[in-house]
């Protein structure tokens, strides 16, 4: 048995904020892409992933637990029932390497934090999950990071690239393309995105396939 690897996960019109280049259908299976690339670095690091869903969803060989209540319920009810070890990693890193999560879960201390962009927590490493409790949205890092220290518990920042960038704008599409070797990249060049260089600055430009 591995560690248990928690992915929130959100099937139904996710990533609003790249409605601008994509529609809901195209959103939704970039987000299982992202997901697959998520849960293969994650079983590559030998971890067992769990995919916890806001709505009924099928995974192929993952088990999904269905639970609407809100992000850090649905998670603070899985830390109680858990002594062991576990990490949680979001579902938008789709640069995630097995090897970026195995040097996560290898950390002597008690948690580890990898922050992500604004202030966020792309993932958290716990030794043991039943002595902490999440806090997400806004600035969590910082949440995250004073609520280890309020419970006496060690804490190591990860510093990350692969799993310090997540997807959320259209921007974000560059280091996916530029950096990528999963599935997610693959599905956007399959839509007919690419890079674009104008002026200096590196974007990212989508020509409509008949």
Do not use: W
């Not at 591995?2 to 195209?26: H, M, W, Y």
């Not at 971890?47 to 999904?64: A, E, Q, W």
């Not at 599935?183 to 990212?204: A, H, P, T, W």
Request: proline residues 6%; charged residues 30%.
């Amino acid at each position: 048995m591995g560690i248990p690897a928690v992915i929130p996960f959100k099937p139904v019109n996710p990533k609003t904020r790249l409605s601008c280049v994509l529609d809901q259908p195209e959103r939704e299976k970039f987000a299982e892409t992202m997901l697959a690339d998520v849960v293969n670095a994650v079983e590559d690091a030998g971890c067992d992933p769990l995919i916890l869903s806001t709505h009924p969803y099928n995974f192929d060989r993952v088990p999904v637990r269905e639970d609407p209540t809100g992000l850090n319920e649905a998670l603070n009810a899985i830390l109680s029932e858990e002594r062991g070890p576990l990490m949680i990693i979001m579902a938008d890193l789709p640069l995630a390497t097995g090897e970026a999560v195995e040097r996560l879960i290898s950390t002597r201390e008690d948690i580890a934090l990898v922050p992500g962009r604004g202030g966020g927590t792309n993932a958290i490493y716990l030794s043991r999950a039943d002595l902490y409790r999440v806090d997400y949205y806004g600035a969590s890092f910082l949440k995250h990071r004073r609520i280890a220290l309020e419970r006496g518990l060690s804490l190591r920042v990860v510093d990350s690239f692969r799993l310090h960038t997540d997807v959320d704008e259209k921007e974000d599409l560059v280091e996916l393309l530029i950096h990528g070797a999963g599935l997610s990249r693959g599905f956007l060049e399959g839509l007919g995105f690419s890079l674009s260089i104008e002026k200096g600055r590196v974007g990212v430009v989508r020509e409509r396939k008949e």
